[in-house]
T-cell receptor, first 110, second 114 residues
Framework: AQRVTQPEKLLSVFKGAPVELKCNYS??????LFWYVQYSRQRLQLLLR??SRESIKGFTADLNKGETSFHLKKPFAQEEDSAMYYC????????????FGTGTRLKVLA | GAGVSQTPSNKVTEKGKYVELRCDPI?????LYWYRQSLGQGPEFLIY????????DSGLPNDRFFAVRPEGSVSTLKIQRTERGDSAVYLC????????????FGAGTRLSVL
């Protein structure tokens, strides 16, 4: 079955501390992985795409096919990082629909 | 340029009524998706259009749900005989299609069925 698991509903860290939001997936094939972020009262927006291998707002994510994981990391959290984060996967061909995890709320404390 | 636009932003209806939710995608985006997000959950896929045709409607929960995209741009999600369990945020997304699959989301329509 195709599935994305985000085990933490809520993650609280202090400003300046490292952050890791976990994402594991189950997919038969070669999926494309994404992280989307939703700031308060804003729409879902793309944060990272695994094939881009970019660092956005200090966040990085590496696809680990052996562990079927795509964890999101940032070395020093900022208060403005507080938001809802969703991991999603898309098949490499076909409908390209997204399968989302349930999301992790990140709270960065002053 | 304008992003994905969804109207109305909020819709309150009574059980058993019919509702229509509208999505205006980014100009030039051939692919359009509908998702449903219930409280505490991630968005769940409903239906995908490539151009005017529904290429994948496997996520529609039952035959009360239907969507159209007659001219390959604006799409309407239609729900007949609404039930309280249909209450959710309905999200629309569009993309350039194919392997250029970054989906851009609208702000959603919050549907409340009383």
């Amino acid at each position: 079955a195709q599935r994305v698991t985000q085990p933490e509903k809520l993650l609280s860290v202090f400003k300046g501390a490292p952050v890791e939001l976990k994402c594991n997936y189950s997919y038969s094939g070669s999926p494309e992985l994404f992280w989307y972020v939703q700031y308060s009262r804003q729409r879902l927006q793309l944060l990272l795409r695994h094939i881009s291998r970019e660092s956005i707002k200090g966040f990085t994510a590496d696809l680990n096919k052996g562990e079927t994981s795509f964890h999101l990391k940032k070395p020093f959290a900022q208060e403005e990082d507080s938001a809802m984060y969703y991991c999603a996967l898309s098949g490499a061909s076909g409908t390209y629909k997204y399968i989302f995890g349930t999301g992790t709320r990140l709270k960065v404390l002053a | 340029g304008a992003g994905v636009s969804q109207t109305p932003s909020n819709k309150v209806t009574e059980k058993g009524k019919y509702v229509e939710l509208r999505c205006d995608p980014i100009s030039g985006h051939t692919a359009l998706y509908w998702y449903r997000q219930s409280l505490g959950q991630g968005p769940e896929f409903l239906i995908y259009f490539q151009g005017t045709g529904a290429a994948d409607d496997s996520g529609l929960p039952n035959d009360r749900f239907f969507a159209v995209r007659p001219e390959g741009s604006v799409s309407t999600l239609k729900i007949q005989r609404t039930e309280r369990g249909d209450s959710a945020v309905y999200l629309c997304a569009s993309s350039l299609g194919g392997d250029k699959n970054i989906q851009y989301f609208g702000a959603g329509t919050r549907l409340s069925v009383l």
